[in-house]
């Protein structure tokens, strides 16, 4: 009897929207992920898969109902543009936040994430600090 071994599909924009669309603490996995990811949030530099998913699933247990849109990509080789809307409630009603995401991937797997929106408008609009995830 032979096993067979599933290989994890490419990371890709249109993997981030898919997962984003609707996303949920429990789904953030490490599967697309290199084991020593880094992740430049505008706050912190994450090292590591444990320490990056830890961030994501905060953000999404603190903002419960939280996705994002995805407005524009870009492919560059090993790099992947991403300009998204989060639509979230936070203690003034619902709102929307845009942001940015540089994400380069290396093997299929995401390798770095630089991650960039406006810190002041989000702690506004949610009622959170990044020191809060």
Known sequence: MTTQQTTPQPFTAQAFETFWADPKPEYVTPDPFVPDVVGFWPDTTLHGVEDY??????????????YLTLAEFA???????????????GPHGRFELPGVDRIRVKDGLVAENLILFDTRRFAEMSGLTLADL
Do not use: C
């Open 53 to 66: 998913t830890a961030r994501l699933k905060n953000l999404l247990s603190q903002l419960p109902g939280m």
């Open 75 to 89: 492919n560059n080789g090993e790099y992947i543009f991403v300009r998204w809307v989060m639509h979230a409630t």
